[in-house]
């Protein structure tokens, strides 16, 4: 089945805690994706879902797995795999804002390079949901600090991904011990060998979903790279927004370290910027987003993952301080601006030739002109002329 639309989320018979809170995030209409997951995953069905990265897979595999969970029971019901510790993270936050009307639900995150006692701790609970990375997870399930005798639903998301990094062995173990689950989710951005290879072995029937991106609804942006030194590229960046006066900027970073230098740089070029990242407690992180979202914080600065999480539909431009390490998150990070049939701009800043190489295969990849400029002292921007 191919989607390119999605529906009115009470329209797919949910349940009223669960509509509050898609309500309290602001949310009517599904993405495709979800109108295509939710109704064969409430009725315990297999599904393979192809999507791009950013078209609302967490809601898709988690609201149906809300609806099932029993809050009355101490069982293990449900357990998501991802492929890395801030997706764990992501995934964990996005279900507990689902669940916020759902009394009785625990869920629990694990991950490696956490002490594993800290978590041992958290298990004990009794979480009805874990989400986890599958080394940490098959940790646990040796040691015994999680059974899973009573999984009813398993998620792999980003499946192509995880089992790319090596996590084949972990992921085919865990499904082996979990003999009477009564749906798996597989959700990826592509389906590769190894994720047909899993849905042979460890589906029935499945539901297959592929999404494409919509041509109709492909933003309009503008695409530029500029060269410029590391320690130049604020000052480059101060430039532009004193010059074209945006008044809503994404500025996108690749680690955390360098989420809070940019941050600290504009604040102190005069800019009134805020940043987030997986280290930021959650409650910090939702009130730095709503003053984003009302219109009262000019530059937002954050690593991809953390970014996600961010609905905001007339962001001015986005600035690309490192040059992003997967293709997707490129297409992910500029779809913030160019959105509501707007015209949007993205800025690619490159200071070192691997940046340059990068930038060159992104723009193969997703068949984009991104146009070489330098910028003057007064922040107007200059082609660069080739050879």
Same mark, same amino acid.
């Given at each position: 089945?191919?989607?390119?639309?999605?529906?009115? +989320?009470?329209?797919l018979?949910?349940?009223?805690p669960?509509l509050?809170?898609i309500e309290?995030k602001?949310?009517e209409?599904s993405?495709?994706i979800q109108?295509?997951a939710?109704?064969?995953?409430l009725?315990?069905?297999?599904?393979?879902?192809k999507?791009?990265t950013?078209?609302?897979k967490t809601?898709?595999?988690?609201?149906?797995?809300?609806e099932?969970?029993?809050?009355e029971?101490?069982a293990?019901?449900?357990v998501?795999?991802?492929?890395?510790?801030?997706?764990?993270?992501?995934i964990?936050?996005?279900?507990?804002?689902?669940?916020?009307?759902?009394a009785?639900i625990?869920?629990?995150?694990?991950?490696?390079?956490?002490?594993?006692?800290?978590q041992?701790?958290?298990?004990?609970? =009794?979480?009805?949901i874990?989400v986890a990375?599958?080394?940490?997870?098959?940790?646990?399930?040796?040691r015994?600090?999680i059974?899973?005798?009573?999984?009813?639903?398993?998620?792999?998301d980003?499946?192509?991904r995880?089992l790319?990094?090596? +996590?084949?062995?972990d992921?085919t173990?865990?499904l082996?011990?979990?003999?009477?689950?009564?749906?798996?989710g597989?959700?990826?951005?592509?389906?590769?060998?190894e994720?047909m290879?899993?849905?042979?072995?460890?589906?029935?029937d499945?539901e297959?979903i592929?999404?494409?991106?919509?041509e109709? =609804?492909k933003?309009?942006?503008?695409?530029?790279?500029?060269?410029?030194?590391?320690?130049?590229?604020?000052e480059?960046m101060?430039r532009i927004l004193?010059?074209?006066?945006?008044e809503?900027?994404v500025?996108?970073c690749n680690?955390?370290g360098?989420?809070?230098?940019a941050?600290?740089?504009l604040?102190?070029?005069?800019?009134?910027?805020e940043?987030?990242?997986?280290?930021?407690?959650?409650?910090?992180?939702?009130?730095v987003?709503?003053r +984003?979202?009302?219109?009262k914080?000019?530059?937002f600065v954050?690593?991809d993952v953390?970014a996600?999480g961010?609905?905001?539909d007339d962001?001015d431009a986005?600035?690309n301080?490192?040059?992003?390490?997967e =293709?997707?998150?490129?297409?992910?990070?500029?779809?913030r601006?160019?959105?509501?049939?707007?015209?949007?701009v993205?800025?690619?800043?490159?200071?070192?030739y691997?940046?340059?190489?990068?930038?060159?295969?992104?723009a193969?990849f997703?068949?984009n002109?991104?146009t070489?400029?330098?910028?003057?002292?007064?922040?107007?921007l200059?082609p660069v002329?080739?050879?």
């Open positions: 089945m191919e989607l390119t639309q999605g529906v009115r +989320f009470d329209s018979g949910l349940s009223e669960i509050r809170a309290k602001g949310y209409v993405t495709p109108a295509g939710i109704p064969p995953m009725e315990w069905r297999d599904v393979t879902a999507a791009p950013g078209t609302g809601f898709a595999f988690g609201i149906p797995i809300l099932h969970i029993d809050p029971s101490e293990v019901q449900a998501i795999l991802a492929p890395t510790r801030e997706l764990a993270l992501q964990t936050d996005e279900l507990r804002d689902l669940a916020v009307y759902l009785g625990k869920i629990v995150c694990c991950y490696g390079g956490q002490p594993i006692g800290k041992i701790n958290a298990l004990k609970r =009794n979480p009805q874990i990375t599958p080394g940490r997870f098959s940790d646990h399930m040796k015994r600090t059974k899973v005798d009573a999984v009813q639903t398993v998620v792999l980003e499946a192509d995880m790319d990094m090596g +996590f084949i062995h992921v173990r865990i082996d011990k979990i003999p009477h689950r009564r749906n798996l597989l959700f990826s951005a592509t389906i590769s060998r994720v290879d899993i849905a042979w072995v460890y589906q029935r499945a297959e592929t999404v494409r991106a919509d109709q =609804n933003p309009d942006i503008i695409q530029y790279r500029i060269d410029v030194a590391r320690d130049a590229k604020v480059t101060l004193n010059k074209e006066g945006y809503r900027v500025v996108f680690t955390k360098m989420v809070e230098r941050t600290k740089f604040q102190i070029g005069g800019v009134e910027a940043c987030i990242h997986g280290d930021i407690p959650q409650v910090k992180r939702e009130k987003m709503q +984003f979202r009302d219109g914080l000019r530059v954050a690593t953390a996600r961010i609905d905001v962001v986005v600035f301080y490192d040059v992003p390490e =293709n997707e998150y490129y297409i992910h990070r500029i779809g601006t160019g959105r509501a049939k707007r015209h949007g993205a800025y690619t800043f490159v200071s070192d691997g940046a340059m190489v990068r930038l060159d295969e992104i193969k997703t068949r002109a991104i070489a400029v330098s910028v003057d002292m007064e922040g107007n200059l002329k080739k050879g």
